[in-house]
């Protein structure tokens, strides 16, 4: 049997998925979580052999939970399940540890197969996103300008996300700045727009 845990913060989602899974007779949904943070006292409790993580989740989203995972639990393979199939995050989660990356719409009988493949130590990706990702390339934006255009998402003053992040006004304007370059955009908000898009943030 494959033991698998199942992240995403929409219960009914979850639920379906778990059912779906469970029909398959060599796949066992052993745990069952709907935030990011609790990922890993869920794996350190049942020892899956394959986590699927959805991308968006409260505490820590989804990619941020495959590297603590990957970190912590290297022999626990990762499958990244979402609605949003953006090239951004592909790129972002095959770094961060992950083996495979499918959108939700899947086929249950394809998903039950890229379960299957991700525990043989197979790489599997949808195609159409595979296809995306290379023509959209990597993202320009420095892991610093990520953190700061992330925190204008709510529309925060350049003040106000200088005292959040402890940096100077005026750093955060040259990185709100050089986002908005790199990103194309002419405001911001655009480059907000544009980044989450492109799955940049």
Request: charged share 25%; net charge neutral; proline share 4%.
């Amino acid at each position: 049997m494959i033991k698998l845990l199942l992240a995403d913060d929409q219960a009914l989602v979850r639920g379906a998925l778990a059912a779906l899974l469970n029909l398959e007779p060599d796949l066992d949904v052993v745990a069952e979580v709907g935030r990011g943070d609790e990922v890993l006292a869920a794996v350190a409790r049942t020892a899956p052999d394959v986590a699927l993580l959805d991308v968006e989740m409260p505490g820590l989203d989804g990619i941020s939970a495959a590297a603590a995972l990957h970190a912590a639990h290297p022999e626990v393979r990762i499958l990244m399940v979402t609605t949003f199939g953006r090239p951004g995050y592909l790129r972002r989660a095959i770094d961060a540890g992950a083996s495979g990356f499918v959108v939700k719409d899947t086929p249950a009988r394809e998903l039950a197969d890229a379960v299957r493949r991700v525990h043989m130590g197979l790489r599997v990706v949808d195609p159409a996103l595979a296809t995306e990702t290379l023509t959209a390339g990597t993202s320009p934006l420095t892991a610093r300008e990520r953190e700061v255009l992330a925190a204008a998402a709510d529309g925060a003053t350049a003040g106000a996300i200088a005292r959040r992040l402890h940096l100077s006004e005026g750093t955060v304007r040259n990185h709100l700045s050089s986002a908005i370059g790199k990103t194309g955009t002419r405001t911001r908000a655009e480059a907000v727009k544009a980044a989450e898009r492109l799955g940049w943030l």
